[in-house]
């Protein structure tokens, strides 16, 4: 459809291996609109983090194309996927990947500094107060627990108004309660903003909460389900 903010056509990828070419991806088809939410699920191994990384434009595929917000992704060099993914992605990792010789303040801020936005100390402590942090703006993020580290990378992550977030096993890192605070989180801010979510996770429970569902079994897609 003409209006699609995300659109995967017949996406593969191969690497090479000592016994020759290995498969990672095998001709996988998505389309997702504005607002849609996206489980992706499998095994271990099943290729779920390689297809975040093609349909972010992380990586390019073997064949195949993705097409984010109108921009045809295997067409772009490096720098200019780079420009696409400031201008329209947020991510949430596993990791949480924050910057620790920042505060959870400056880490929020910083995307929007480099986005040129007016005002990016108010927009990052909006932010913060949204995910219940506001008693914590000017700690270190080294300092803070797993749950408010991942509340810090969610804020980070919607900062700058993305047309998609790519979560990459947001809650992989979390106890049971606390990961259940966050997923409710993830949703609801999805919701507000209005994001384009694409969810990995191996989390049934979670991935239940998606609108799709996209499984794969060594590398081929093998369903594509609405809820």
Known sequence: MINSI?????LSKKV???????TILDDVCLELQQGDSL????????GKSTLLGLLAGLDL?????????NHHLNTLDEDQRAAVR???VGFVFQAFLLLDSLNALENVMLPLELAGHANPQQRATELLIRVGLEQRLRHP??????GEQQRVALARAFATQPDVLFAD????????QTGASISDLLFEMNKEL??????????EKLANRCQQHLRLEGGRQVEQLCN
């Open 6 to 10: 995300l659109r995967a056509q017949n």
């Open 169 to 176: 096993e947001p809650t992989g890192n979390l106890d049971s």
């Open 16 to 22: 090479p291996s000592t016994e020759g070419q290995l």
């Open 39 to 46: 489980a992706i699920i499998g095994r271990s191994g099943s």
């Open 141 to 146: 993020v080294n300092l803070l627990s797993g």
């Open 61 to 69: 595929p073997s064949s195949g194309e993705v097409i984010l917000a």
């Open 86 to 88: 400031a201008q329209h």
């Open 194 to 203: 209005g994001t384009t979510l694409v969810l990995v996770t191996h989390d």
